[in-house]
């Protein structure tokens, strides 16, 4: 009686041995969270991207009471502070979204239709294959073409200003980087409101919140 409990007891031991063994192996695998994308390795609407110190998290997300489908990056900690939107004013309807960079080495967020929502749109890529975005622990995402960035997020804000990330411009160029507000806490398209600097008094800089840019 002994014995048979105890090769019973074994058994049910070694299942969970097994199990154990198992569960440790796949999430092992699925702590593999890579912190680029490369021509060949794209994001689909379920998969996300950690910056490599895990501060911060880039992929699909809906804001709270849509069901509209955002590329955006948030903290890893507090997935409800979004602080950065690729596709804000072009959001796709279902959830076959994937972004990836295309053969002439930009960004791009299409469907499964192909139908493309945002682009970060660079004519003068020279050497595509050799692209590589990656996400990194201030929160910017870079495309990097061998280790030239060609282009980066926080040189294209939403609504969050994070340390290391400036805003500004040229009254030379008048081009101008400022933050600009959500619609709504549901819809991150470009709000009313926007926040910068005040140009125009260069000796005596400001910062001015606008109501429809005035
Ligand atoms: C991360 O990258 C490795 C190596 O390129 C790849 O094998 C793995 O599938 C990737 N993981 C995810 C979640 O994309
Ligand atoms: C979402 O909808 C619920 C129910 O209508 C409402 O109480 C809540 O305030 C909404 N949340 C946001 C962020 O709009
Ligand atoms: C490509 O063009 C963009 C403007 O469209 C410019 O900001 C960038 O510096 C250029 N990059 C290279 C590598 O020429």
């Known amino acids: 009686m002994i014995n048979l409990i105890s090769i019973i007891c074994g058994r049910i031991f070694n299942r969970l041995l097994h199990f154990c063994l198992l569960f440790l192996v796949f999430h092992n695998c699925s702590a593999i969270d890579n912190s680029t994308i490369t021509p060949t390795q794209a994001i689909t609407d379920s998969q996300t991207l950690s910056s490599t110190g895990g501060v911060f998290k880039l992929g699909f997300f809906s804001p709270p009471n849509s069901t509209h489908r955002y590329i955006g990056i948030w903290y890893e900690f507090d997935p409800r502070t979004i602080v950065w939107v690729a596709n804000r004013d072009n959001p796709l309807t279902d959830s076959t979204g994937t972004l990836r960079i295309t053969d002439d080495g930009n960004l791009v967020v299409s469907d499964g239709r192909g139908v493309v929502f945002w682009t970060t749109d660079m004519s003068n890529i020279s050497t595509p294959t050799n692209s590589v975005a990656e996400l990194l622990d201030t929160g910017n995402f870079v495309l990097r073409l061998l280790t030239d960035v060609v282009w980066q997020s926080f040189d294209h804000p939403t609504n969050t200003l994070l340390p290391g990330m400036n805003i500004g411009g040229s009254i030379v160029t008048g081009k101008k980087l400022e933050l600009t507000s959500w619609k709504s806490e ?19 800089p400001q910062l001015i919140i606008w109501r429809n840019g005035s």
């Open 186 to 204: 549901s819809d991150p398209s470009t709000g009313i409101f926007s926040a910068g600097p005040e140009l125009s008094n260069a000796n005596n």
